[in-house]
């Protein structure tokens, strides 16, 4: 009898939004045995295994947003009825446009939020006790709104 080596490898790369750089999960298994009728079986199993454990890791890294809540805050929120500068809990929209905030700071700011509500899996974006979103025909209005309660 002559002792085989058997090696298996399997990975995943993905990308969590466009912003982002790819990230490359990979296992690789060796598997001694002493019966060469043994590789096929000794390899499904170390594939089931590496399957397992990639299964086991999010489908893609979790991103999260260089953002302040207090500078979110500070933006111009405008509210929906009165058309006044919101305050910080009340439902509001403010410009997705950067070049629309007069501050450079603002602008930094509102382009950190329009990447996290892009990043984000359904449009809407919880931080805090407010949750965002675009709005308008165009997307150029982020829309905050206080968020709703788990139950």
Not at 15 to 36: F, G, H, K, N, Q
Request: aromatic share 8%; net charge negative.
């Amino acid at each position: 009898m002559k002792v085989v080596k058997v090696r298996v490898g399997r990975g995943r790369t993905s990308r969590p939004s466009e912003a982002e750089e790819w990230v490359r999960e990979y296992y690789e298994l060796e598997i001694e045995i002493t019966d060469d009728k043994e590789i096929p079986i000794a390899r499904d199993y170390a594939l089931s295994l590496i399957d397992q454990w990639l299964a086991q890791l999010p489908t893609a890294p979790e991103w999260i947003p260089k953002l302040d809540i207090g500078e979110i805050n500070d933006l111009l929120w405008t509210t929906y009825k009165t058309k006044e500068r919101a305050k910080p809990a009340q439902a509001a929209w403010t410009f997705s446009d950067p070049t629309r905030h007069d501050k450079a700071e603002d602008k930094h700011v509102v382009e950190e939020l329009v990447k996290a509500i892009r990043a984000s899996s359904d449009g809407n974006l919880q931080l805090g006790d407010m949750e965002f979103s675009f709005s308008g025909a165009e997307k150029q209005f982020i829309s905050r709104r206080p968020a709703r309660q788990k139950k």
